[in-house]
């Protein structure tokens, strides 16, 4: 899945986690925007929501990769 929509925390988590509930065992989550804080740390919360225990890969400064 690739997230690329509105960057206040709330959106951002929502998308996230609605993204993520429907993406496989295995699979990825990409986050553009990652640079701005509101979206870094709905990445971080919705990854510890979603059981997602590595750290999200960091792609230029601006892309989060999670591995579902």
Known sequence: AYVDGWHSYEAAY???IRWGT????G???A???????EVKK???DAATFL???????IVGDNLAVLKR
């Not at 429907?22 to 065992?25: D, I, P, R």
């Not at 986050?31 to 804080?37: A, G």
């Open 14 to 16: 929502n998308d996230i």
């Open 22 to 25: 429907l993406t496989e065992k």
């Open 27 to 29: 699979g990825i989550i």
């Open 31 to 37: 986050v553009d925007d990652y640079s701005w804080d």
């Open 42 to 44: 709905a990445v971080e």
């Open 51 to 57: 059981g997602i225990k590595e750290n999200p890969l």
